[in-house]
C-alpha cells in the first residue's frame, strides 16, 4: 500500500521557515515524481514545486520562486520542501502528491497527474 505522510508543518511569524518533510511508503521511491501542492480554505488547490525522479529537474510556482526549494533523498524515501521568507499568504494546508514517472527529467503541476495524496499538513504563518 502507497503511502505518503507529511510533516513539519506549524506556525512561524513572517519572515521565518520551516522544512517539509513528506515521508513514502509502499512504492519504489525512484521511480516516482512528486509535487507539493497547497490549499487554503475557499480556494482551490494551488501547486507549489514539483521535483522529477532524478532529481534534476524542479518547478516552482512564480508565488515562491527563489524562497522555496524543493529536493529528494532517495535513500530515506523523503521528500523536503524547504520554505524560507514565509509570508502570511503562505499560509495554507501543504500536501505532497506522488504518480509513477517513466521520464527521468519529467515532472508535473498540475494535481490531476498524481495519483497518491498525503493528509496534509498546516503551515500558519503570523504577520
Known amino acids: 500500500q502507497v503511502q505518503l505522510v507529511e510533516s513539519g508543518g506549524g506556525l512561524v511569524q513572517a519572515g521565518g521557515s520551516l522544512r517539509l518533510s513528506c515521508a513514502a511508503s509502499?512504492?519504489?521511491?525512484?521511480?516516482?515524481?512528486m509535487g507539493w501542492f497547497r490549499q487554503t480554505p475557499g480556494k482551490e488547490r494551488e501547486f507549489v514545486a514539483a521535483i522529477s525522479r532524478s532529481g534534476g529537474s524542479t518547478a516552482y510556482a512564480d508565488s515562491v520562486k527563489g524562497r522555496f526549494t524543493i529536493s529528494r533523498d532517495n535513500a530515506r524515501n523523503t521528500w523536503f520542501l524547504q520554505m524560507i521568507s514565509l509570508k502570511p499568504e503562505d499560509t495554507a494546508v501543504y500536501y505532497c502528491?506522488?504518480?509513477?514517472?517513466?521520464?527521468?527529467?519529467?515532472?508535473?503541476?498540475?494535481?490531476?497527474?498524481?495519483?497518491?495524496w498525503g493528509q496534509g499538513t498546516q503551515v500558519t504563518v503570523s504577520s
Open positions: 502528491a506522488a504518480t509513477r514517472s517513466w521520464g527521468g527529467s519529467s515532472y508535473y503541476t498540475s494535481g490531476i497527474d498524481y495519483n497518491t
Open positions: 509502499g512504492l519504489t521511491f525512484s521511480m516516482y515524481t
